[in-house]
Each structure stands twice: as structure tokens, then as C-alpha cells.
């Protein structure tokens, strides 16, 4: 069958499907040294093409799964990069073409696969209770193998997950080894089911609560704190008798609220407080934490549509506000369900991260990538809270980067005082580098750069695994000091 590509803007220059899966021992170090302490693997996964989109049109939220590995053994480090085999990318391997049509809607597909999973596995990958899972909200996970990433297969916690989905951004605990998750639309397309599940670390559920959303829509990612769960409801909302007209999954409602809930953990749901604000939206929280009878939550806002390629209810589409980081406020004391908003930084930016032990707590260092640098292009950001000071760093011209990852020096460092793992693209010259930055001192520039002789083309989210959690399965030895 003829192979043909359809010339979309998402394919043109960085954005060509490469359709590459790449073994390669031993990058070349280019500049610096790597630190000593360095000892596990980086797990991301993005999408790719595995054939030519079915309907001619694409968006960059879909495409079938690729897991990137990059294992930090001293001063060698690997890097490998395999598709999820799930089911939807066997079925197009057998078919030799595309199957599924629009983004998750079900009503465009290929009649053959009627019955299928649906689900991408290209979003985010996570490890706990020694499993290493792929992740995107629009089915189950996938388990892979964490050393030759072949995957092994739908993964429900043995059962006990009754939704049919869950989210590609849950929280791991890794001071406590816990897990915390989600699913929406838990039900099924269009459903306003939500619920929210506590794993501890042999993987047994100890926290299942069920409550329903204001209206079927986007949540994307959620917040913790020690004693509650933050979901933000955004009226990107999915409409039934939309998809089986072969409309998209998402539409823009600009006349509806934000609202925001606030779910009590482990209290079987009692006690759920919606606040509500004007229509924004918003990929991802940076974090969340509790001051008194007030929960702050951290997140990257959009004044407006974050996802311009879902048309408005009257079937307009919108133009994109880039998003800056802002802390919107819930009083629990209060009869009030307004919440309070304030700018963190005016300075764009996105995929946003933090010292992953401090999630839930007061913090000070937030990481996201800062979209227009000083030259144009994107850069690394480290915020610190405390100041509203930025730091930056721009890898140069022609280049752009991918979502930082934070290591911490050591189990027990201080909070922020570790390295910065970076996925750099060079755009000119048609390949990727990884850049590790001190993370306390970005704007001194990479302490060391290893190359990649092929270009990663677009990776959202993963996780460092340590190699002891690797061996035991377990997360251990992590304090916050």
C-alpha cells in the first residue's frame, strides 16, 4: 500500500512522523562531565505516526506511542526509543494503514475496529510497585519492560480499576511511595463520572472516591495536597450526539464557568467544594499546597482556549493567549465559591515541574519551559517562588526543548538543589542533544551536553526512575529536609 503523508503544518521540518525505533550504546559526550551521582533512567514518551493520519488531519495531542529510555550508569549513558505495542498500533501493523479517525472519536473509525481499545499510550510514563507503566487519559495503561521497553500489556491494577480510563498525569509519592490518580469521563464519552484512587506501594487501592463533574469535560492533570484533591473543570466540554456526527472531541464553551473542586482524601467524597471563575483553561498544575483553611493551586493558565484546533460551540475557532503561571485560591472557611487569581510570572510558559518530593507541600522552585526566550525561541525557566525571580536559559538560536525533569543530588538534598535533564532539538542540524543543567545555577549553562545522532521529534512528559527503585521496585530513602 502507498505510503503518503498529507502536507499538514504539524508535519512540516521538526514535526515529519520519524517512525524510527533507535538503539544506541553510549552517547557521545560533547561538553562538561556527567555528575557522579547520576545512577537510574529517564522514561519519556510523545507521539509519532505510525502511517499516514486516516482522515487527512491531525493534531499533536494524538499519534501512536513512543517510550524514549535514557539509562544513566556513571559516565555512559544509552538511549533507546520503541513504539507501545498496545492494541490500536497491532491492529494498524496488520492493517497497514491508519484505523481511527478524528481525535478519540470512536463514530469515525474504521468499522474493523469497532470493538477496539482506542487508546494512543503517548503521553506520559510512570514506575511504581515495580511496574513500569505508559500513560494517556484516554484509556488504561500499558505496562512495559523498564530494561527493553517491549510492552507487555493492558495494565488495571489486577482488576481493581473499575474506570475506564485513567489519567496521564497521576502524582508518585516518592517520600511515602504512594500513588495518587485519577480518571474522568470514567464511564465512558461524555459521561460526568470522575474518580480518584490511592494506591499504596504494593499497588492495593486504599482511597477510591466517586463524585461527578459540572459538565463532561477537559482535565487534563490535578493537584494533591495531604488532604485534598484539586480537579479543575475547563469548558472544553464533550458532547455525545457531537462525536456521532463526526465532530470533534472537545468543543469551546466561552459562556461557561472554570469551576474547580476541591475533594476532601479519604473521606468517601463528603464534603466537596466547587468554586467557580471566569471560562480559562489549562494542560498542567505545577503544584498545590495548603495554608490554613486555603488551597492554592499553581498552574499554568490560558485566558481562554488552550486547544485552538477545538472549535467553539458554534463551530469558530479561537486564537491561542499563551499561558502564564498563576495561583488561584479557595477559602474552606468560607461560604464564598469564588476563587481568587493572581500572576506568579507574566513570562509564558508551560509543561511545568517541581522537586517532585515537594508535591502537595509549600514550596519554592518551579521549572517549565518558557516560551519565547531571549532569543525567540524556547528556553529553560526556574522560578523561585519566594522572589518571583526567573532564571533562564536559551540553548540558542534555531533550538527548542522539551519538558525538564528534576533529579535531586541526593535523597536527602535540599529542595531544588539537584540537575535538570533536558531534551534539546537542533533544529538545523536534524538531531537532539541532552543537556544536564545544576539546576541551582541554570543561567551558568549545561554542566554537561551528550548528543543523539537522530532527532527525538516531540516527548510531553516521563519520570527518572532510580536504579535502586529499578532493582527493588520500591521508592526509598527520599526525605524533604
Known amino acids: 500500500m502507498e505510503i503518503q503523508f498529507p502536507p499538514l503544518p504539524l508535519y512540516a521540518d521538526w514535526g515529519r512522523p520519524l517512525r524510527v525505533e533507535s538503539t544506541i550504546d553510549g552517547l557521545e559526550l560533547v561538553q562538561g562531565r556527567i555528575p557522579?551521582?547520576?545512577?537510574?533512567?529517564?522514561?519519556?514518551?510523545?507521539?509519532?505516526?505510525?502511517?499516514?493520519?486516516?482522515?487527512?488531519?491531525?493534531?499533536?495531542?494524538?499519534?501512536?506511542?513512543?517510550?524514549?529510555?535514557?539509562?544513566?550508569?556513571?559516565?555512559?549513558?544509552?538511549?533507546?526509543?520503541?513504539?507501545?505495542?498496545?492494541?490500536?498500533?497491532?491492529?494498524?501493523?496488520?492493517?497497514?494503514?491508519?484505523l481511527f479517525g478524528r481525535y478519540r472519536n470512536r463514530y469515525t473509525n474504521d468499522p474493523s475496529v469497532a470493538t477496539a481499545h482506542m487508546g494512543t499510550s503517548n503521553t506520559n510514563v510512570i514506575h511504581f510497585a515495580g511496574k513500569c507503566l505508559v500513560l494517556k487519559e484516554d484509556g488504561l495503561p500499558y505496562e512495559i519492560d523498564p530494561d527493553t521497553l517491549e510492552t507487555r500489556g493492558l495494565f488495571d491494577f489486577n482488576g481493581q480499576v473499575r474506570a475506564i480510563s485513567l489519567t496521564a498525569h497521576p502524582k508518585v509519592d516518592v517520600v511515602n511511595d504512594r500513588l495518587v490518580t485519577y480518571s474522568f469521563q470514567a464511564k465512558g464519552d461524555a459521561t460526568r463520572d470522575v474518580v480518584f484512587y490511592e494506591f499504596d506501594n504494593a499497588g492495593k487501592i486504599v482511597d477510591e472516591i466517586w463524585f461527578e463533574a459540572p459538565y463532561s469535560s477537559l482535565v487534563h492533570d490535578f493537584a494533591i495536597t495531604p488532604d485534598y484533591a484539586i480537579f479543575p473543570f475547563f469548558p472544553l466540554i464533550t458532547d455525545l450526539e457531537n462525536l456521532k456526527r463526526g465532530g470533534t472531541f472537545y468543543r469551546w464553551h466561552p459562556k461557561e464557568d472554570t469551576v474547580i473542586a476541591v475533594v476532601p482524601r479519604r473521606r468517601q467524597g463528603a464534603g466537596i467544594r466547587f468554586f467557580r471563575g471566569p471560562a480559562t483553561s489549562a494542560g498542567h498544575m505545577m503544584n498545590a499546597f495548603q495554608d490554613g483553611s486555603q488551597v492554592n493551586l499553581d498552574l499554568c493558565l490560558y485566558a481562554g482556549n488552550c486547544f485552538p484546533f477545538f472549535p467553539t460551540v458554534e463551530g469558530e475557532t479561537t486564537t491561542m493567549v499563551p499561558p502564564v503561571l498563576t495561583r488561584l485560591s479557595f477559602e474552606l472557611e468560607s461560604a464564598d465559591t469564588s476563587m481568587r487569581s493572581r500572576v506568579l510570572c507574566p513570562t509564558p510558559g508551560e509543561m511545568p515541574r517541581t522537586d517532585d518530593r515537594y508535591q502537595g507541600l509549600p514550596y519554592d522552585n518551579g521549572f517549565m519551559i518558557v516560551m519565547r526566550g531571549p532569543d525567540g525561541g524556547s528556553a529553560v525557566g526556574h522560578l523561585h517562588l519566594g522572589s518571583g525571580k526567573l532564571d533562564v536559559f536559551s540553548f540558542g538560536k534555531r533550538t527548542s526543548v522539551h519538558e525538564q525533569q528534576f533529579v535531586p543530588r541526593s535523597p536527602d538534598a535540599a529542595e531544588g538543589d539537584g540537575w535538570l535533564l533536558v531534551i534539546v532539538n537542533r533544529l538545523d542540524d536534524n538531531h537532539s542533544d541532552i543537556a544536564i543543567l545544576d539546576a541551582r545555577d541554570i543561567t551558568a549553562g549545561p554542566v554537561a551536553t551528550l548528543r543523539l545522532p537522530v532527532r527525538i521529534r516531540s516527548t510531553f512528559h516521563g519520570t527518572w526512575v532510580p536504579s535502586e527503585t529499578l532493582s527493588s521496585g520500591r521508592y526509598q530513602g527520599f526525605t524533604r529536609p
Not at 71 to 95: M, P, T
Open 36 to 98: 557522579p551521582g547520576l545512577h537510574g533512567t529517564w522514561y519519556r514518551a510523545g507521539p509519532d505516526r505510525q502511517f499516514p493520519p486516516m482522515l487527512g488531519e491531525d493534531v499533536f495531542i494524538d499519534g501512536e506511542g513512543m517510550v524514549h529510555q535514557l539509562r544513566f550508569d556513571g559516565d555512559h549513558v544509552s538511549y533507546r526509543s520503541r513504539w507501545v505495542q498496545n492494541e490500536r498500533f497491532k491492529l494498524q501493523a496488520a492493517a497497514r494503514r491508519s
